[in-house]
């Protein structure tokens, strides 16, 4: 995954808590957009600890 899908799903996200907090809520969501954004938010939570995983395997820590 490039760094330019990266930042869109960033900017997604912000989006997502910009439109939570506000006023709206209630009324914007459906199920399917809740649906997308978890999806968004479980996917950046994997890749973080694939990334950690990562780091330690290599050894980096130890160097």
């Known amino acids: 995954m490039g760094l330019r899908s990266i930042n869109s799903l960033k900017k997604e996200i912000s989006i997502f808590f910009q439109i939570s907090k506000s006023k709206l809520n209630s009324f914007y969501f459906t199920k399917e957009l809740n649906f997308k954004y978890e999806k968004i938010i479980y996917f950046?939570?994997?890749?973080?600890?694939?990334e950690t995983l990562h780091f330690f395997n290599s050894g980096s820590l130890w160097n």
């Open 44 to 50: 950046l939570i994997l890749k973080n600890i694939f």
